[in-house]
């Protein structure tokens, strides 16, 4: 669910979408981490000024530890 969302969403936000992967690896039993893999063009689209649009993306993602459980740490990384 958080994966499918985070990939139609920020897909929408940059300029290479094909470019976008997301990665989620569990850290600790309650708590996973979350890396979202875009194109180095596209990673100030992701953070946003002042850091807003990646605060707005991690709000949306704390609202799913009320449905899951879990918490979450996104980090925005250029592709390789």
């Not at 990646?54 to 449905?67: D, E, F, L, Q, R």
Request: charged content about 30%; proline content about 1%.
């Amino acid at each position: 669910m958080v994966k499918d969302f985070l990939l139609s969403y920020t897909k929408l936000l940059v300029n290479n979408p094909e470019d976008i992967s997301i990665e989620i690896s569990e850290v600790d039993e309650g708590f996973d981490e979350i890396t979202i893999f875009a194109n180095s063009e596209d990673i100030g689209k992701l953070i946003g000024k002042e850091g807003r649009m990646i605060n707005a993306i991690k709000t949306v993602i704390s609202g799913c530890k009320a449905k899951g459980g879990k918490n979450y740490r996104v980090n925005v990384k250029a592709s390789k």
